[in-house]
């Protein structure tokens, strides 16, 4: 099973700002996601990432939001861009998809203040 | 377009039960169905893993079976304990596309 890390494992920020979020795997994966999972709510992906090109957003998620960098097969960054309270989530991340099991990030607590 | 559903939301047992938790999707042409664990303010940690072909998997206490047909999963799982207790997630995989949480039942194992 892949391991997946994450940071910063949680952080507080001030409305307007940016945060960037890494992520890290243990091996190569032609994929990665990233998942936002809203207080009391259940996950919601945010894109994929493939190595090499552009990440596909899912419906609401918007590039200049949500830039995410995908430099290796082993290595994904997602920023959350001026922020705002409702930006408040734990962020994930992982690996998997094609039919593969997928493993998760221990996940990023962000607090906008 | 994909929706999971989970039932119940919340579960409140005594230590030493067996239960079941249900799991139900929209669209049968899926690639697999995992279950995850969520502990409070954590990551997820997968359970099991099953393949659309496949009909069920077992993992110590755990036996999770699949009808793709119907759209259903159950995660079951034997002599309950508290060190149980946490948020079951289940994700259905389109086909590669894309992961579809459901909202997860919380389940709370008392001592």
């Known amino acids: 099973s892949a391991v997946i890390s994450q940071k910063p494992s949680r952080d507080i920020c001030q409305r307007g700002t940016s945060l960037t979020i890494q992520c890290q795997v243990d091996?190569?994966?032609?994929?990665m996601f990233w998942y936002r999972q809203q207080p009391g709510q259940s996950l919601t992906l945010i894109a994929t990432?493939?190595?090499?090109?552009?990440?596909?957003?899912e419906s609401g998620f918007v590039i200049d939001k949500f830039p995410i960098s995908r430099p290796n097969l082993t290595f994904s960054t997602l920023t959350v861009s001026n922020m705002s309270p409702e930006d408040s989530s734990i962020y994930l991340c992982?690996?998997?998809?094609?039919?593969?099991?997928?493993?998760f990030g221990p996940g990023t607590r962000l607090t906008v203040l | 377009k994909q929706e999971v559903t989970q039932i119940p939301a919340a579960l409140s047992v005594p230590e030493g039960e067996n239960l079941v938790l249900n799991c139900s999707f929209t669209?049968?042409?899926?690639?697999?169905l995992q279950w995850f664990r969520q502990d409070p303010g954590k990551g997820l940690t997968s359970l099991l893993l099953?393949?659309?072909?496949?009909r069920e998997q077992t993992s110590g206490r755990l036996n999770a079976s699949l009808d793709k047909s119907s759209g259903r999963s159950t995660l079951y799982i034997a002599a309950s304990q508290p060190g149980d207790s946490a948020t079951y997630l289940c994700?259905?995989?389109?086909?590669?596309?894309?992961?579809?949480f459901g909202p997860g039942t919380r389940l709370s194992v008392l001592p």
């Open positions: 992982s690996d998997g998809g094609g039919g593969n099991e997928q493993f």
């Open positions: 091996s190569q994966v032609t994929m």
């Open positions: 990432a493939n190595q090499g090109s552009e990440a596909t957003y």
């Open positions: 669209d049968s042409a899926i690639y697999n």
């Open positions: 099953i393949q659309s072909s496949q």
């Open positions: 994700a259905v995989d389109n086909y590669g596309q894309n992961f579809v």
